[in-house]
């Protein structure tokens, strides 16, 4: 079954660090590109970074650049978001999905996604 | 960034009703746009991606349609499990930017 698994999410106090992690199974994990997105309560959804196969590109929201940092691990089939100087406004639902393209013209879309796990910050 | 905005915000319908569901960039995004379908508590599902292209397993009562600014998403016969938030989002441009969503409620 392929399956996304989201941890490490917790209360912390604002300014803080956190890193979150992403295990996958049942696909080749290293053949993708993976993201996190984000749902602030009562909220829409916000890309938050993407990180391409081999790791060696990331891209990163604004409002995230400087304080978060994506990254993987083939070997391990993980990847993960170390995030530091927390903010109250980066309270969410965080989840990793998988970034899947068309074949011939390498549109991409988020076809697999984690169930979440939730950040909560505050004082 | 390119903006996308959804119309309407809030959707009301019952069962049986064709919806129509508008996406707008505020850029040329040519058919980079997927539609997800959202329930409370719940990770979002894929409906739709290359803005036409029907996700495996997705029901065929849902269908996009557009290219460059403007999108839609039809229901062609809303189902009671079809009640739920639709988001869009963009992939022409990093940041990939997401609309606001729709929530389709029970008229």
């Known amino acids: 079954e392929v399956q996304l698994v989201e941890s490490g999410g917790d209360l912390v106090q604002p300014g803080g660090s956190l890193r979150l992690s992403c295990a996958a199974s049942?696909?080749?994990?290293?053949?993708?590109?993976m993201s996190w997105v984000r749902q602030a309560p009562g909220k829409g959804l916000e890309w938050v970074a993407n990180?391409?196969?081999?790791?060696?590109?990331?891209y990163y929201m604004d409002s995230v650049k400087g304080r978060f940092t994506i990254s993987r691990d083939n070997a391990k089939e993980s990847h993960y978001l170390q995030m530091n100087g927390l903010r109250a406004e980066d309270t969410a639902v965080y989840y990793c999905?998988?970034?899947?393209?068309?074949?011939?013209?390498?549109?991409?879309?988020?076809?697999?996604w984690g169930k979440g796990t939730t950040v909560t910050v505050s004082s | 960034d390119i903006q996308m905005t959804q119309s309407p915000s809030t959707l009301s319908a019952s069962v049986g009703d064709r919806v129509t569901i508008t996406c707008r960039a505020s850029?040329?995004?040519?058919?980079?746009l997927a539609w997800y379908q959202q329930k409370p508590g719940k990770a979002p599902k894929l409906l739709i991606y290359k803005a036409s292209s029907l996700e495996s397993g997705v029901p065929s009562r849902f269908s996009g349609s557009g290219s460059g600014t403007e999108f839609t998403l039809t229901v062609s016969s809303l189902q009671p499990d079809d009640f739920a938030t639709y988001y869009c989002?963009?992939?022409?441009?990093?940041?990939?930017?997401f609309g606001q969503g729709t929530k389709v409620e029970l008229k």
């Open positions: 999905a998988r970034v899947d393209r068309t074949f011939l013209d390498d549109y991409p879309y988020m076809d697999v």
């Open positions: 989002q963009q992939f022409s441009s990093y940041p990939w930017t």
């Open positions: 049942g696909f080749y994990f290293s053949r993708y590109s």
């Open positions: 990180i391409n196969k081999d790791g060696s590109e990331k």
């Open positions: 850029q040329s995004i040519s058919r980079w």
